[in-house]
């Protein structure tokens, strides 16, 4: 590789190096995301350089040959051939140089009789190495002098916090699709307390602060009217019983709610309130 190329290599690892410490990841798997991205431009540099090389090295094997047979064929002078010698595409994009300019080439040093041809670098890796430095200012200045983007960690932050928002709002809605067939029993001291709140705002007045039962049966004991299960007690909460003066709650509260205090009514079994209505209904198998 020669100096030149050493030289650009060199640069360009050191502006990837500081674009990648300017970035503060909050995540070990952000870091090992821009270590692979590194070394993956890494290895695109070191791939294209050889290619150069090899490239240079067909061209100085196969020029020479058709160029002869070319002059040999037509009758031109040589000097005439270099004057109407086009450059192709091919070599223009590659900044290779056409084989009658190679003694412009040639640099001082020679070792063994072989000497080196100093090729310039070629245009597309200076554009890529021109683009890597304007991108890492371009990203110092937004990310850390103005200040107009936010830096990885403080995007793991805002995203987290959404995501909090999100969670309970799908927890909320999901809650929300309960029903008499779907309500599951549980002794979550959550459900419970919410249930215990609902109950004492409206329950109170039929079932007694206690659900020791007033005008309402008594829901501490193992006697019940309409089945004792879990989804049971969410249907009568729900659809209610007019014929023996139970109210549908169905308008006033969410399923959610209806499952809470089904939970806590369930909850209340031989918890032995004072001066408990006596037993209605049919025993809880």
Known sequence: ?????????ALFLGSANQLDAARNSSTLINEMALSAI???????????????????????????????????EKGIEEPILEKKAKRSLWEKLLSLRPMYEEKDLLMEHEYDGIRELDNPTPAW???????????AFTYLLTYHVFKLGKLQNQEYVAEMKQASVDQEAFLAKSANRVDENSVKLTNDPTVLKDGAAIFKQNCTPCHGQHAEGIVGPNLTDEYWLHGGNINDIFKVIKYGVPEKGMISWEKQLTPKQIADVANYVKSLKDSHPANPKAPQGTKES
Do not use: D, H
């Open 1 to 9: 590789m020669k100096p030149r190329q050493l030289i650009l290599l």
């Open 38 to 72: 590194l070394v993956t431009l890494i290895l695109i540099v070191i791939v294209s350089l050889m290619l150069l090389k090899t490239l240079n090295i067909m061209a100085a094997i196969l020029l020479p040959a058709s160029e002869t047979s070319s002059v040999a």
């Open 125 to 135: 890796f200076m554009w890529l190495f021109y683009i890597t430095i304007t991108f």
